[in-house]
């Protein structure tokens, strides 16, 4: 079946740093989404990104599509405290499933 | 305004004890999700509903079983909860699969088992 992986596990930055966070699925993907979760909370879409290749900005975050669909990146400029979570990406092929996620912490 | 409402936050149960957990939404969407979810890990898909359709992943126990009566509310039964099933059970939404298959989480259920 379709499986999501995701790198690094943890990633610990000073603020100000840049962090980037891999997904990378078994199978071509319809479409690709990307979850924020603050500690004790749930997750909360981010994004989507459906066409091969795409790229999309949200003003430090850029989310990138590879262009065989298989794989993308989530990608933070310039750190802040406030960036703090776990970062989920969820592969869709008529059901979300989730990349283990990356663990952020930001020193400031 | 909250869109998926879970009930309880919190359930404390016992070994062996059924527990039921709900979940509501007021967004008409026509799939609803349940994920169990353990610390530090990501959300796993225990199954889903697609209108009345019932999709069950092949790797959730028998012990798990849900029931949607209408569009608007999921039930996830745990028959005879185990200390492994202590965990956060997150509802989710999606309009539909595909192309519009945003999630919309509820705020969870955190199940203790003692």
């Known amino acids: 079946g379709q499986q999501v992986m995701q790198i690094p596990q943890y990633q610990h930055v000073q603020e100000g740093e840049d962090f980037t966070t891999y997904c990378n699925s078994s199978?071509?993907?319809?479409?690709i989404q990307w979850y924020k979760q603050r500690p004790g909370g749930h997750p909360v879409f981010l994004i989507q990104?459906?066409?091969?290749?795409e790229v999309k900005k949200q003003k430090r975050l850029t989310f990138q599509f590879g262009e065989a669909k298989k794989n993308s990146s989530l990608h933070i400029t310039a750190t802040q405290t406030t960036d703090v979570g776990t970062y989920f990406c969820?592969?869709?092929?008529?059901?979300?499933?989730f990349g283990a996620g990356t663990r952020l912490t930001v020193k400031p | 305004d909250a869109m998926v409402i879970q009930n309880p936050r919190y359930q404390v149960t016992q070994f062996g004890k059924p527990v039921t957990l709900s979940c509501s939404q007021t967004?008409?969407?026509?799939?609803m999700y349940w994920y169990q979810q353990k610390s530090s890990q990501a959300p796993k898909l225990l199954f889903h509903?697609?209108?009345?359709?019932?999709?069950n992943e092949a790797d959730t126990p028998d012990n798990f079983q849900s029931r949607r009566p209408n569009t608007s509310f999921c039930f996830l039964d745990i028959r005879s909860p185990g200390l492994g099933d202590a965990a956060m059970y997150l509802c989710?939404?999606?309009?539909?699969?595909?192309?519009?298959?945003?999630?919309?989480f509820g705020s969870g259920t955190q199940l203790s088992v003692l």
């Open positions: 989710a939404t999606s309009r539909d699969h595909g192309l519009v298959g945003k999630l919309f």
């Open positions: 199978t071509t993907l319809s479409n």
């Open positions: 990104l459906v066409k091969s290749g």
């Open positions: 969820a592969g869709n092929n008529n059901d979300m499933r």
């Open positions: 967004l008409n969407h026509n799939v």
């Open positions: 509903y697609y209108d009345k359709d019932f999709n």
